[in-house]
């Protein structure tokens, strides 16, 4: 069983910045990727960043130079700095991660279970 737990959502005024944490355990043998995604009101859940476990990163355009995904292998955890926030970046901030589970050999994805993050004056 693996359990990711999310932290850092909130509200920020334009221009602000957060930080969105989130962090494996269970019976991990071991993470293959690890993203963030987003589901704003109304719109369909996209990617926003993933860094592989050799530490490639990929970007959704809308967001490249503003924020900044890293993980941390020895501790099962992905972060997301997220700086000069706009409106348009509030939405639902859910963690994934492709791992591999004591005992399998089957990958699978599995999902926090999101963090608000609201960009308002």
């Known amino acids: 069983q693996v359990r990711l737990v999310e932290s850092g959502g909130g509200l920020v005024q334009p221009g602000g910045s957060l930080r969105l944490s989130c962090t494996a355990s269970g019976t991990i043998a071991s993470i293959r990727t690890m993203g963030w995604y987003r589901q704003a009101p109304g719109k369909q859940r996209e990617l926003v960043a993933h860094?592989?476990?050799?530490?490639?990163?990929t970007y959704t355009d809308s967001v490249k130079g503003r924020f900044t995904i890293s993980r941390d292998n020895a501790k099962n955890t992905v972060s997301l700095q997220m700086n000069s926030l706009k409106p348009e970046d509030t939405a639902i901030y859910f963690c994934?991660?492709?791992?591999?589970?004591?005992?399998?050999?089957?990958?699978?994805?599995?999902w926090g279970q999101g963090t608000q993050v609201t960009v308002s004056s």
């Open positions: 860094i592989t476990n050799g530490g490639d990163t």
């Open positions: 994934n991660v492709n791992v591999r589970s004591l005992g399998s050999f089957v990958f699978n994805d599995r």
